[in-house]
């Protein structure tokens, strides 16, 4: 790896503490990333409000990559849909931070957590709807993954709660929904259940006892 000069230094300190002020300000919601993008086998400078598990000195994506490779590349990429690991819905942002010779040395991410609000947002709508109404349903049935983390939120929206803050009863309850609607016989969806409520495959197996 090169030598950094002391203006990349610098950058990659004040880009530090940057983070660090604006992890603070949105915590819990929004992981903040800071990418040495001179060292892209362990980029990971940084990591605020983990929310993806990634780690300190995990290697460049593939954004970084590409900002590496071309330092035309877009410097601001704002609001791209993403996901983590666990299926979990993330709106992301990407600012590369280049020194004066116009080369890319780090990269701010921000990774805010969709679910909370989705949440929120399903709540708010049942409790301003008026008695007589004809009940707004949802017409995406998705099969697979997609369809049991929808049913989850849903069921979620109605304790006014997120999927990882779901108690143990309304787990079991939970898992009596899904069971009738026939998604514990989809393939995988002990594996899909238990990563979007942040919980263990045993407590899954438990809860649908």
């Known amino acids: 790896m090169p030598k950094k000069t002391p203006e990349q230094q610098q950058l990659l300190s004040q880009v530090q503490q940057i983070a660090d002020g604006l992890a603070q300000t949105f915590a819990p919601f929004t992981e903040v990333v800071v990418h040495d993008l001179l060292d892209p ?23 970084g990559l ?58 708010l709508t049942r409790f301003t709807a008026t008695e007589g109404a004809t009940p707004v349903k949802e017409s995406l049935d998705p099969a697979g993954a997609d369809g049991i983390r929808a049913r989850i939120d849903a069921f979620a929206a109605r304790m006014a709660a997120t999927p990882r803050t779901l108690k143990a009863e309304d787990r079991r309850s939970l898992m009596k929904e899904l069971k009738s609607a026939g998604m514990l016989e989809w393939r995988r969806s002990m594996d899909t259940i238990a990563a979007h409520l942040g919980v263990s495959r045993a407590t899954v197996y438990s809860d649908a006892k």
């Open 66 to 123: 590409a900002r590496i490779l071309d330092s035309d590349h877009a410097q601001v990429i704002a609001n791209y849909p993403n996901r983590f690991a666990d299926g979990r819905q993330v709106k992301s942002s990407s600012i590369g931070i280049k020194d004066s010779e116009g080369r890319y040395v780090a990269a701010l991410c921000l990774n805010v957590d969709l679910t909370l609000f989705q949440g929120f947002q399903s709540a």
């Open 41 to 63: 086998a362990h980029a990971v400078l940084a990591v605020h409000n983990n929310l993806s598990g990634r780690r300190v000195g995990d290697p460049a994506t593939e954004l």
